[in-house]
């Protein structure tokens, strides 16, 4: 019977034909070192140890390899406890001396893990000042100091270096309040440590802070609080320790006083800091605290570990060679051009003025406001951005690498399936009313075996949590054992069913069993005892001579036998949980001395009553949420430490592989190949499709190898460890993907910090895991990555829709310098009003693009190719500068020549005239036309033609802006709902109406009260440029992948 029933431990499921047998046959033998999740991270530990045994004889080994070198050398788990005692100079009754744990905690400090080194908010802050835009804008304001020195009676110059420098030190220190408020939510490693430890010392047991503890120390473990630091077991009573922020392993790991592996990960007589306690208690004596155990290893591993660039500040810093280059061109060629016509000093002043003209002064603000006002609308969304430029680079993801408990599921594991009276049915965990009968015997057989065969319990009574669902109250104890306690006390309360049945004696679940028993005074029945048995069914059933059907106990003959592997099959095809129940009447006397530890009554014979199937079910957003990933052309891979088959059933419940996917590893069974030459082949049409990575596969793999693995379009990596998370990010950039990683645990750190985007649990995630992250889900949930990944996207739309609007007034600014000098036209725009363009009438309009809602098709379009799609690109730079830019400066030009001739000057005249609106000609009147003008005539008419300038870039900045809010559909598609876009128009308006017609600012800007008809020579313009962009946006989406796309979609 065995034979048919080849099992994996913990309950998973291995198909019964012959799948898996080589690691169920190693299992078999070694229990506790196979399949646990921390044996990955100790290979890869011993991996590590190979390697620095090798550079130590080259002498090349590293600082992070000493790390490990150290962990080799740990002997507290080996030698004896006698011999441990004495090097602690410590007693197994008493504990420590005070005068001892004194001098140990005067040696080694506090048992706490050292937050990372912070920057010091003064270097943060000048970081900010220097970066990006703001060193340009430096430069632009040295250069301008430069200029005012050279020609001090010009104080434009000057004005202006003085508002580049205030542009900046405001950008920046709001940049850095935006942030610092993101970091004060993180409350760095606070709950890591636990705050109370039961201690012995002196012989005395008392409470102590868990930060005191020293090597040596003596401390009682028990149910449901944190291992204070590492401990070395020295006493257990079914003590089971959670290691899963650890290791990712959700499974409970058993700890005892023996010495079960040489390996201090895998041993199970030292039980690890901050790893929580879910059953039994124990003793032990400290051998580790603070950054020295394992868990401050990996947090010092996370710290350690560098992230580069954000692609947001990839980009701005090409962006901002870009305009550097421009604008050194621009002002080379004015320089050597300006020559011709100025002395040294002038030409030198003029050729600053060109080269801080290119510098778009608002822009840097404008960025940073975006930012802002997306990660404001994140948090709305569930999710906490601490870095700004982290917003973007969520959008620009093409990869995402998910956890899978608590993040792609509930993390509660939960009773999906029964199987009862040979039918399997549903619980009302998955539908509004279960399929099964409440009166059925054998149902109410597993009710018992569920009631009264568990340890776990209600943390609070049914009166404490009076009102709240069963499903919402905190259970104390195993995670399987928890949900079965809550599926059965609907049906009846837990207390009152182990009242009615006190138990008698148990036989722990161990991993050489694989099964629980509990022997009770059955309710009602004075004589005689009950005994319950729950466990891996093939354990279980292997104890069973009957099966109850129906309410008739019939033999457990073939085809029962037949019947029960079918369902078997079925649920753990599921990727399911599978525990098997029985029950047995012991007809022995009320006074019968029981030996759990020499089982002294039978333990076979028994009555099969049913399966339970568990699950922790997927959340119910998540499978929606990944398909909309896959149209978006986003790769979602699960990495997870949970068993390969139980991480495949619940990525094809979410859509991370398709129902009809052929795994490598099927595809290679079926075909009689190697796994290796069907990853060397990769995917194709009719072969693999996927591929399921165990960590012991991957431990094997070359980095080729892995970067063959993950050209497979879905991917699930199983049983892996936290460098391995690291080994799987690398290999996924060495790609060029942009990654995000999400992860809850300690062990996910170092793999949240490489990630291009760290994403941490806000809820079950722990502190060290939200450190290294730079952004945090607070509801957990996958889904809201997507909606982080759609504001992502908006965000990198509407900053170039911002750039794109903010550059194409740089042409009507640029040009008219180039008319000044080519052909001699009195300067059309002076520096001032050009500073209240940039940092005025623009300025909000800009930030309002931040508001424009998405375009429909935003999450159907591939994610943008960092090496082609960039923020600014020839594109871009055409359609602002050449298109739209020269639609405006034809206006201003039009608007210049309009003012000029109502004063009397012809187009004709005003060329190589520039010179007669110089102080030089101060006291001359000239001839233009058949009119004579005296100096101040001059000045007026052109101070007026500048105003009338300034009017016609504003205005058909109105028409630039609508333009700007669409790069594919039409403004009658996206309409005007941006109310904060029609205030920014509102605004510019009352901006033209303080520059032209405000007493006293002429004074200080150079500009004239303004003729009403002088306000309208734009408008024409304005609708071209709207009428424009209709137009191409037209053929955009007439002719996808056209000619017009390609040359002007930007």
Known sequence: MSSSLERASHDFYVPADGAFTTSLVEEELEPDIKRTGSFEIARQFQEARISISKSNRTGTATEEDEKFNKLRHIDEHIIPLEDLLARYDSDPSNGLTSAKAAANLARDGPNSISPPAPTPQIIVYLGRLTAGFSSLMWIGAFLCIIAYFLNSEDKSNLYLAIVLVITVVVTATFEHIQDAK?????????????????????????????????????????????????????????????????????????????????????????AFYSTSIIEGNGLGIVVNTGDRTIIGQIANLACATSGGDTPIRKEIKRFVHIISF?????????????????????????????????????????????????????????????????????????????????????????????????????????TTSASYDTRSAAFLGVVQSCSLCTNARFKNSDVEDEGKLTIMRDVTGDGSECALVKFVH???????????????????????????????????????????????????????????????????????????????????????????????????????????????????????????????????????????CRGAGIQVVMVTGDHPITAAAIARQVNILDHDDITASDFAKQNGLSLESVIDQGPTEGGATAIVVAGSELLEMSDETLDKVIKFPHIVFARTSPEQKLQIVSAFQRRGEIVAVTGDGVNDSPALKKADIGV?????????????????????????????IEEGRLIFDNLKKSIAYVLTHAAPEIMPFFCFLLIRLPIPLTTMLVLCIDLGSDMVPAISLAHEPAESNIMKRKPRNPQKDHLVGAVLMCFSYLQMGMIEFIGTMYAYFVVFGDFGFSPLSLVGGAKYFTTEYEDETILFGNRRYTYDERINANMNANTAVFVAIVIMQWGNVIACKTRFLSLFQQGMRNKMLTLGMMFNFFIIIIVTYCPGIDVILGSRPLHPRHLLPAIPFSIALVCYDEMRKFFIRKYPGGWVERRTLY
């Open 182 to 270: 993101a970091s004060r939510v993180m409350d760095k490693f606070k709950n890591m440590v636990p705050q109370v430890a039961i201690v012995i010392r002196d012989g005395k047991r008392s409470d102590f802070d868990a930060s005191k503890l020293v090597v040596g120390d003596l401390v009682e473990l028990s149910i449901g609080n944190k291992v204070p630091a590492d401990v070395r077991v020295i006493e257990s009573s079914n003590l089971k320790v959670d290691n899963s922020s650890l290791t990712g392993e959700t499974d409970p790991q058993a700890r005892s006083t023996e010495t079960t592996d040489d390996n201090p990960l895998e041993t199970k007589n030292l």
């Open 326 to 430: 421009f604008a050194i061109i621009m002002g080379c060629f004015f320089f050597f051009v300006g020559l011709i016509y100025f002395d040294i000093v002038t030409d030198i002043i003029y050729c600053i003025g060109i080269t801080v003209a290119n510098v778009p002064e608002g822009l840097t603000a404008t960025v940073t406001l975006l930012l802002t006002l997306g990660s404001k609308r994140m948090a709305k969304k569930k999710v906490l951005v601490k870095n700004l430029e982290s917003v973007e680079t969520l959008g620009s993801t093409t990869t995402i690498c998910s956890d899978k408990t608590g993040t792609l599921t509930q993390n509660k594991m939960t009773v999906m399936h029964l199987w009862v009276d040979d039918e399997i049915h549903t619980t009302n965990s998955v």
């Open 490 to 628: 609907e049906i009846r309360p837990l207390e009152s069913a182990r009242a009615a049945s006190p138990r008698v004696t148990q036989i722990p679940f161990n991993s050489t069993n694989k099964f629980h028993v509990s022997v009770h005074k059955e309710e009602g029945i004075d004589d005689g005892f009950l005994m319950l048995m729950k466990g891996a069914p093939e354990r279980v059933i292997a104890r069973c001579s009957k099966i109850l059907i129906n309410g008739v106990e019939e033999d457990l003959d073939d085809h029962w036998m037949a019947r029960f592997q079918k369902a078997y099959d079925e649920l753990g095809g599921k990727g399911e949980r599978v525990l098997g129940h029985c029950k047995r009447r012991l007809d022995l006397p009320d006074d019968f001395q029981f030996d759990p530890d020499g089982p002294n009554f039978p333990l076979d014979g028994m009555v099969f009553t049913g399966l339970t199937a568990l699950i922790d079910p997927p959340r119910a957003a998540v499978p929606q949420a990944v398909l909309t």
């Open 760 to 788: 941490a649990m806000g809820i079950t995630g722990s502190e060290v895991s939200q450190e290294a992250a730079d952004m945090i889900l607070l509801d957990d949930n996958f889904a809201s990555i997507v909606k982080g």
